[in-house]
């Protein structure tokens, strides 16, 4: 557990409140988060954010302590939850690819489990996505990956990478997360 996890979690009671319907907008890997409730609103209980997502994104199969839900509001995604004796797979076409990933549409939901490698690909033009970070934590990756969104829409591709391989390696250390393999390779690729 992160030391930003671990000071969150030590305050035992959160206050209520309600939180204006923009959040904070930022620039998170290629796509839009708007973070609704973080760590220090709610005593480290959890997190919320939403993402909308462009065609193709995904991230690498990763896993960290905490809980993920995804609840898909508009658009198609695949998402695979994979054991991690299947997570270790380095060939260029890892088995889990194929007989892991689950279609999934609006409305329905995807849980991993702290711990458990998982990852999933947007297959229509965009996703939109509630994201629940059980205890919060989550939301320190998604900070220290962003910038302050300059507009409250997807930016453009870049030429060259979003965000330096260091600082990705740093956050990922400091917020506990494992890269188990890469993103999934696109729908249609060999």
Not at 6 to 12: L, M, Q, V
Not at 67 to 89: H, K, M, N, Q, R
Not at 160 to 186: D, K, L, N, Y
């Amino acid at each position: 557990m992160s030391s930003a996890i671990a000071e969150r979690s030590a305050t035992t009671v959160a206050e209520a409140q309600v939180v204006s319907r923009r959040g904070e907008v930022l620039w998170f890997l290629g796509t839009l988060a708007r973070v609704k409730l973080d760590g220090r609103q709610t005593a480290g209980r959890f997190a919320l954010w939403e993402g909308v997502l462009p065609h193709g994104a995904a991230p690498p199969l990763h896993s960290h302590p905490q809980d993920e839900t995804f609840y898909i509001l508009e658009g198609e995604l695949t998402a695979w939850l994979v054991e991690p004796e299947c997570a270790d797979d380095a060939s260029d076409s890892p088995a889990w690819v194929k007989t892991r990933g689950r279609s999934c549409g609006a409305g329905d939901v995807v849980f991993a489990p702290g711990g458990l490698p998982h990852t999933f690909r947007v297959e229509s033009d965009t996703a939109r996505m509630l994201v629940l970070s059980t205890p919060a934590g989550i939301e320190d990756m998604v900070r220290g990956l962003a910038e302050p969104a300059q507009w409250p829409w997807l930016q453009p591709p870049p030429e060259g990478p979003r965000v330096a391989p260091e600082r990705i390696a740093s956050v990922e250390r400091q917020t506990g997360m494992v890269r188990h393999g890469p993103p999934p390779p696109a729908k249609n690729a060999p």
